[in-house]
């Protein structure tokens, strides 16, 4: 337990009244989207730079171990406490620090939720494209930590690609200062594109200078109803082999189909839809037909049951209902499903998601593939009761091998979800030895006693 010096030091660093390590408390800070719970010896509620540097100061001083946390949204274990640690909420820092749309910029603080960086920006005529699904409560600090996207990333990029510069403490409480507030600069090394992604192991990140794009005029939808995985999968390859690039590409299988018909958000959907793509397409007013046609005439092909359009904001959102609901449908079907990130080549999609329902079915498993397909990104949900060891074991087993085939196709572990607790034990897989020991070396450069969020990114 935290001693009760430790504890007065962080009460008057920050005020008592940010301070807690009362068992209430503790509980709700206990867990993020994984199934686990561990509770933190406390929870601290910074409210600026400064209060992090010293509170970090002060767990350096006294060895406590920290994690840092935004909205605990994130899927791998990241903002789970390592025992015995205390929890460094950045709930209460999400001030806007400086909007400067002349220089399409903004400074946040890391606690500041993502849509409401949009929101801002969208006041200007600009925006901030990542848009991870959960953009209504999840923070831009763990949106950096963790290097998210949504469906935009097919056009715009991710997080990584959209930070100027950030300002963090490190784990031995020291202050810096990463990038520049200009989109192009290369002086030094690049730290801003090391600390992201980093998962909170080497610094806390309280500030975050953002870039931000002149938001397009106009946005169309189309929902492309396919007989088969496959025969969706071929039109992805078709569609980013072209020119028009669409600016969301998302991919449901039959199964995720499944998981949304009792929300009714499927009860539109052709008879004998096994799969179904949304793609999107955005610019200029007077430019979208072009790109529609194009994007019609490229998903013409195999399989192709449907196509319908949408081109103002309401036609959009129905046509978007399907995928929204899917998240919490598929959660609804298997509370604590085991949930995979992995990202292949986008040609080899079709190929891949044959192996892994052979896998499953192999395994005697239902796994739901649904994701961000013009990124080559699967989220790959096995659909299991935790109670059943057996059910569990052979889960593990189907994991082991959709995560090796992603990796021999040329993927790579975590589209956007991050490593955390729940995949460290394959990062060996992706990542050799001799680069590992030099991420360990930078481990220890940034946090020598090992202090931010221990147990999470690297393989015990
Ligand atoms: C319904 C749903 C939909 C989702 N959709 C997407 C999606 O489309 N795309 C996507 O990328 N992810 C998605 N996610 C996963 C998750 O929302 C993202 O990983 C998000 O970036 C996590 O943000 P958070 O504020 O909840 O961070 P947390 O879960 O609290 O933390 C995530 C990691 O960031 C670290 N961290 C947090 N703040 C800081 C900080 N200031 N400094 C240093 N480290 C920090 C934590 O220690 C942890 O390792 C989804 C999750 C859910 C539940």
Redesign the pocket.
Known sequence: MLSDTALAAFRSALGSDRVFDDAATRAIYAC??TPRQVEPDAVLFPTSHDEVAALARIAFEHRIAL?????????VG??LPAPGSVVVS?ECMRRVLEFDPANRLIVVE?GMVTDDVDRVARSAGLFYPPD???GAY??I??????N???PRAVKYGVTRDYVLGLRAVTGDGREIRTGCRTTKGVTGYDLTRLLIGS??TL????EATLKLLPAPEAVATLRVCFASSRDALDAVSRVMRQSVMPCALEFMDHRSIDAIRPTGTADDLPPGTRALLMVEADGAVEDLPRQIAALQQALDGNGLLEIRSGFDREAIAQLWAARKSL??AVKRVAPLKVNEDVVVPVSQLADFVDFIDHTAHAHRLAAVSFGHAGNGNLHVNLMVHPDDADEMDRAHLALDAIILRALALGGTLSG???I?TEKRRFLDREIDPATLSLMRSIKQQFDPHGLL?PG?LFPD
């Open positions: 993020d989207e994690t840092p946390r935004g909205a605990g949204s994130g899927n990241g903002a950045f890391t991870p699904g959960s999840c923070r600090g763990g949106n950096l930590a963790m998210a996207a949504g998962g909170g610094a806390l990140i309280t998240s919490h956007e979800h991050g955390g969020n999470k």
